[in-house]
């Protein structure tokens, strides 16, 4: 029936995502698109009209999975305890697979020049929510006393140290130097560490 999407479209997206992931949206084609979903490069191009609209979906995913899991890592009475879990998160995310898969985002931005605006506003969007979401925890009653910044600049800072610890991970393949970097970050930000 002429209209009718003849594939799963939750099931393509994990397809799609994985790719990307892998790849980077630079060095991921239509046709490598097309391998790994099992549809038709045209029938790609007709449901969904172009690579970054793909990708916009498939980041849409990524998103609301990586924000929900990361919110959830920060859920924990203890400041420090929620720390290590949030970079516990970040770092487990990036080093997950053979070889490991790094960070989408940061692999995006950092592998694309000239990175189109509907892409680039989704990414900077993910940052901002993950800024976000450390900066109501860092806000908290229980914290305010134990920080050696203010909230906001903490929070930016952690955002900070999980986009270079990005590149460790790629330079290094090493999670137990991420861990430690992490774990020395924690210890600079708590007064008294």
């Given at each position: 029936m002429a209209g009718t999407r003849q594939f799963d479209e939750s099931?393509?997206?994990?397809?799609v995502l994985t790719t990307f992931w892998q790849q980077g949206y630079s060095k991921t084609s239509m046709q490598e698109l097309a391998s790994a979903t099992g549809v038709q490069r045209g029938s790609l191009y007709n449901a969904y009209g172009d690579k970054?609209?793909?990708?916009?979906?498939?980041?849409?995913?990524?998103?609301d999975r990586y924000v929900s899991e990361m919110k959830a890592s920060l859920d924990h009475d203890d400041l420090r305890s929620a720390l290590q879990a949030f970079f516990s998160f970040a770092i487990t995310s990036m080093t997950t697979g053979t070889p490991s898969r790094g960070c989408l985002s940061t692999k995006t931005v950092v592998g694309t020049e000239g990175l189109e605006e509907p892409i680039h506003s989704a990414i900077q969007s993910l940052?901002?929510?993950?800024?976000?979401?450390?900066f109501v925890r860092l806000s908290q009653p229980d914290a305010a006393s134990r920080l050696n910044l203010p909230a906001r600049e903490a929070a930016r800072m952690a955002v900070t140290l999980t986009r270079g610890l990005v590149a460790i991970e790629r330079i290094y393949r090493d999670k137990k130097r991420m861990k430690a970097t992490a774990e020395s970050f924690v210890k600079l930000l708590l007064k008294g560490e």
């Open positions: 099931a393509l997206l994990e397809k970054e609209e793909l990708f916009l979906l498939a980041f849409d995913l990524y998103r940052v901002d929510e993950i800024e976000e979401a450390l």
